[in-house]
C-alpha cells in the first residue's frame, strides 16, 4: 500500500535553506516518477519539482530554478530549498505517479502525502 510521508517543513528567515523528505513506506514506488508541488492560501497547488523513477532526469519550475534541487534513492524524495523567500511559504506535498508522460499538473499524480508546512519569513 502507498503510503507517502512528508517532513521537514517549518519556520524559516528569508535566505535560509531546508530540505524536505518525503517517505515512501509502504515501499512500493521505487520504479515511479516522484513530484513535490505547493499549496499557499487560497492559491491553487503548483508544481514545484519532479523526479523520474531513475533519478535520470528532473524537472523544475521557474520558480525553483537555481534554488530548489530535487533528490531520491530507493525510497524516499527530497526538495533541497536554498535562498527560501517569503512567497515560498506553503504547503509542500508529496506525489507520486503511476504512468504518463506528463509532469506538471496534479491530474499527472496518483497517490499524495498530506504535506508539509513551510513558512519563510521577511
Known amino acids: 500500500q502507498v503510503q507517502l510521508v512528508e517532513s521537514g517543513g517549518r519556520l524559516v528567515q528569508a535566505g535560509d535553506s531546508l530540505r524536505l523528505s518525503c517517505v515512501d513506506s509502504?515501499?512500493?514506488?521505487?520504479?515511479?516518477?516522484m513530484g513535490w508541488f505547493r499549496q499557499a492560501p487560497g492559491l491553487e497547488r503548483e508544481f514545484v519539482a519532479a523526479?523520474?523513477?531513475?533519478?535520470?532526469t528532473t524537472y523544475l519550475a521557474d520558480s525553483a530554478k537555481g534554488r530548489f534541487t530535487i533528490s531520491r534513492d530507493n525510497n524516499s524524495v527530497y526538495l533541497q530549498m536554498n535562498s527560501l523567500r517569503p512567497e515560498d511559504t506553503a504547503v509542500y506535498y508529496c506525489?507520486?505517479?503511476?504512468?504518463?508522460?506528463?509532469?506538471?499538473?496534479?491530474?499527472?499524480?496518483?497517490?499524495w502525502g498530506q504535506g508539509t508546512q513551510v513558512t519563510v519569513s521577511s
Open positions: 506525489a507520486a505517479k503511476l504512468y504518463g508522460s506528463s509532469w506538471f499538473n496534479t491530474v499527472d499524480y496518483h497517490y
Open positions: 509502504g515501499r512500493t514506488l521505487s520504479r515511479n516518477g
Open positions: 523526479i523520474s523513477w531513475n533519478g535520470g
